[in-house]
């Protein structure tokens, strides 16, 4: 089955100390993984997309990897800020997925405290 | 500005009621997506669509149903059968397949 999964489900930091928010996928046969901020009661917003092909990718503050060999890829938030707080989702997409199905994790919640 | 809306943003629906959750974009896109959301729960598909009269069941099909007769928009009918309907409904969109895919803001369906 494949899966995809992210831990811890919520962390707590201090203003200033970067953030690691970790994704586990079962299948390394991946097309690309995104990651996504959702604020409370909100939609989705995109973060970063890495290519199958691609070892990582940076905006900002933001870098994400992506290690298909052992089915992990890393979100790191440099210096966060309080208005980093959100929960942060990762998506899979498989290569076996002919339409772009987008396979979710359950979500890191994160709070960046002043 | 271009983008993804979705109406309403709450909806409240009786036992046996039938209800539309409206999603229309303004990109250009040929893809489209319906997701529902849980609480502590990831993202799970309920319907695609990649093109203009074509749409495929996702992994909890059961109890929607789609249309897609225009290109900007995609409306999901929640039925009576759907036993289960109180979620946070996202709609998305993307250019096509493996890009980014873009989601609008969100409804929350409640059952009274």
């Known amino acids: 089955k494949q899966e995809v999964t992210q831990i811890p489900a919520a962390l707590s930091v201090p203003e200033g100390e970067n953030l690691v928010l970790n994704c586990s996928f079962t299948?390394?046969?991946?097309?690309?993984l995104q990651w996504f901020r959702q604020d409370p009661g909100k939609g989705l917003t995109s973060l970063l997309l890495?290519?199958?092909?691609?070892r990582e990718q940076t905006s900002g503050r933001l870098n994400a990897s992506l290690d298909k060999s052992s089915g992990r890829s890393t979100l790191y938030i440099a210096a966060s800020q309080p208005g980093d707080s959100a929960t942060y989702l990762c998506?899979?997409?498989?290569?076996?997925?002919?339409?772009?199905?987008?396979?979710f994790g359950a979500g890191t919640q994160v709070v960046v405290t002043p | 500005d271009g983008g993804i809306t979705q109406s309403p943003k709450y909806l409240f629906r009786k036992e046996g009621q039938n209800v539309t959750l409206s999603c229309e974009q303004n990109l250009n896109h040929d893809a489209m997506y319906w997701y529902r959301q849980d609480p502590g729960q990831g993202l799970r598909l309920i319907y695609y669509?990649?093109?203009?009269?074509?749409?495929q069941k996702g992994d909890i099909a059961e109890g929607y149903s789609v249309s897609r007769e225009k290109k900007e928009s995609f409306p999901l009918t929640v039925t009576s059968a759907q036993k289960n309907p109180t979620a946070f409904y996202l709609c998305?969109?993307?250019?096509?397949?493996?890009?980014?895919?873009?989601f609008g803001p969100g409804t929350r369906l409640t059952v009274l």
């Open positions: 299948d390394s046969a991946i097309y690309n």
């Open positions: 669509s990649q093109i203009v009269n074509d749409f």
């Open positions: 998506a899979v997409i498989y290569t076996t997925d002919s339409w772009g199905k987008l396979q």
């Open positions: 998305a969109s993307s250019i096509e397949r493996g890009q980014y895919q873009f």
């Open positions: 890495i290519q199958s092909s691609q």
